[in-house]
């Protein structure tokens, strides 16, 4: 079993940046993939943000083309954390964020792919 637990939403202005951090539970941290999702009000789930655990070569994360340029993803596998960070947010950008593992390693962009999920945090950007 592994917990999750999401904290940095909040509400900005169009522009603005926030910084979601996940902590996570387990001794195998470093192995798992980690995402990020979201979903907003009327709308499915929808992949962010993805950070590959360490057996996998390549291109360890990747990014949805919504976020690319504005989003990093990053993780310190120390402390069990991953990160989102999010510049130059818009009023789409608004909506409940969550974290998630996948053991696999992968970080695939579907949701099923993913074993755990935390509690989600809002992130809400004014116009």
């Known amino acids: 079993q592994v917990q999750l637990v999401e904290s940095g939403g909040g509400l900005v202005q169009a522009g603005g940046s926030l910084r979601l951090s996940c902590a996570a539970s387990?001794?195998?941290?470093?192995?798992?993939?980690m995402g990020w999702f979201r979903q907003a009000p009327g709308k499915e789930r929808e992949f962010v943000a993805g950070?590959?655990?360490?057996?996998?070569?390549?291109?360890?994360?990747h990014y949805a083309d919504s976020v690319k340029g504005r989003f990093t993803i990053s993780r310190d596998n120390a402390k069990n954390t991953v990160f989102l960070q999010m510049n130059s947010l818009k009023p789409e950008d608004t909506a409940v964020y969550y974290c998630?593992?996948?053991?696999?390693?992968?970080?695939?962009?579907?949701?099923?792919?993913?074993?755990?999920w935390g509690q989600g945090t809002q992130v809400t950007i004014s116009s």
């Open positions: 950070s590959q655990g360490i057996n996998w070569s390549g291109d360890s994360t």
């Open positions: 998630a593992v996948d053991h696999s390693g992968s970080a695939q962009t579907t949701a099923d792919e993913y074993d755990y």
């Open positions: 387990g001794r195998t941290f470093r192995t798992y993939a």
